[in-house]
């Protein structure tokens, strides 16, 4: 059994973007479909890429001297036509809905589209596109109270060096100088960083909607980089995971991701305790992540029960990438032994998974779910229906997962 | 005289980072010299660029299929060698300290370096590199107290749509819940977005020192994308403006940022004032931007006097990118026609230039200075040795200029 801290990749299994097998060979065009309109995603003033009604992205990029240029979404490649101006474009098929990672393929060079916004994903800046839900406005701005994301610095004891987080207060955190919060850690997938969640995820948008509906209760929200070497080590990477003959390879440096638990209990917490008003203490303390990070966020929970009492683990759990179960008496150092002790100590675990979300991570979290089962351990399980390992995936799981939270 | 709201393009003419022309041929290598490290703008874990001791600058690109690589520095093109592997490489000569745009080409087309963070600039995420500044920290954290910078949305009645806007707070301000603060709006330049003070200015950090030194009083800054069109108009592009045949073209779209001005009137200080603890008055309101920032603070600071009372030009002033001289008297509405009453009321006009900045930035300067000083307006001009028209000269503008203000 695979108890170390174990990286998913949040990202190199995202194959699956399109809803439909292109089947026909996809139908290049330089003139846009008439119901086709810049993606949200694009830099101001950007016509292209466009995203039709039913999904399909239009891309297009002037690249005269290029023999081959291609659309790649997470391995799935379009083959781009060149007009006579040496614009290159193709219209995919319909997309899954939600947020894909994309990069342009010139003559066998990746490279960022110079069209979209660059989110940090797959261990740097990268092309991103997103494909909107119809009649979904959850994660979307409204015409209700707005939070703040702060970035904030701090000086990590562990890693001996100034470190970035992102911490969202509620609506009514100034307005309300004498009121206190409690705090869910919110941490991001392999390759990723510390804007994931508001840039990719939403994370603000999703709580100020939810807040104002009354559906969840004021809270923080901290999220970190996630990635943590000791001082003296050699720096971490985040280079995303990769695998190789059943090898899982993670950040590529030895040392580059242990000693983040160290981090968040050393100094992230005291940090956010001596700089907000939070509650603090366990029972108002949640920790949750994607992918790598419900990796990260279940590892640190069980040997911090006494730092946090409600845990959430969005496609990805404690045991990485296994799909073997564990020994519920005696994995995480025994945490879930004593489950009576635990169901009453620990107020929320929560799963949550993407149906359409490729191996091994259905495998992998059943595999986690049957173990709990065996040892009695009570949680609560969500599905996202239709959608992969993929940030609507991870919205879906934060909106049905921050109501729970503190109550 | 031109005094429309006209972009300077902040990027456009930082052609000359090179400090030495480079008369001798690259040398290129793929063994980086002894001296030389990871540039402080790459992605976490990324071993290039990497910069010498003496400024020089190797870059790499694994292209195997390229036929040419050049690395391109605001239109400076250094050719890249092909090793046996695939990886291209070449090492410049040494480049003036501070922070640098630029692309990588592959055959023709120009792309972000994947192992560079990529910054807002130059209308989209674009590569940036920091060649780092010797024996200087005061934009650099240190073991001081440390302010936020807040990321806030707020819905516009000018443009008709949600704006996001940045918000530096002083270290004191959440501990000091009576103390209330003057206000900075502090804007980019063309090509360049709301991130740019803190990503490529570090102005968070520079004001965090002068504030632990006592040489600024704490105070909020607020930054704001500065494109804007009026609802139900064409949305602005953050294109930037091209020259061509004596023609400045801004955004690509009529109308894309005339209403600005209008925005920060109507919307943006009053949601600023609502929102934070300011002293909401003239007296403890200023206003400055760099290039095309400091012309829109220029133009913005005129036509509401009873809304600011402080002015900062970072190489840019009310005439853009124009070298005529204008008429005090009927210039900018008459708002220097009566000097006497103009400097009683106007507590600070500060101006200033990088010695090595390019045309037409020294010559629109000065004809600015030289119709101040005709009309018998009192300024405050500032040289900052050396560096062009790119961040470092910001940087120490913003060093100078802000411990001026509110005193």
Redesign the interface.
Known sequence: MRTLLVALPATLFCGSAVAQPANVPPAPTTTPPADSRPAPTN????EYPRVTDDGRVVFQ?K????QRVQADIMATKYDMVKDENGVWAVTTPPLVPGFHYYQLV???????D??S??Y?GV???FSGIEVPEKGVDYYL?K?VP?G????????STVTGD?RRCLVYTPPDY?AS?SARYPVLYLQHGSGE?ETGW?EQGHAHFILDNLIAEKKAVPMIIVME?G?AGRAGQA?????PPTVANGTIRV???PG?MNAFGEVVVKDLVPFVDK??RTIADREHRAIAGLSMGGNQACQIALANLDTFSWLGMFSGTGIGLSTAPFDPKTAFGGAFADAESFNRRVHLVWIGLGTAEPNPFPGSIKAFKESLDKGGIRYVAFESAGTAHEWLTWRRSLNDFAPRLFR
């Open positions: 830099v101001l003033g950007a990029l690249a005269p001297q290029a010139v003559d066998g060079t990746s490279m960022n110079p069209s916004h660059a940090f261990g740097r800046d701005p015409d707005h703040q994301v702060r970035t904030l610095w701090y000086r100034w100034d100088p960083d508001t980089k990635y720096p971490p990477s985040a280079a950040g590529g440096r580059g700089t907000f």
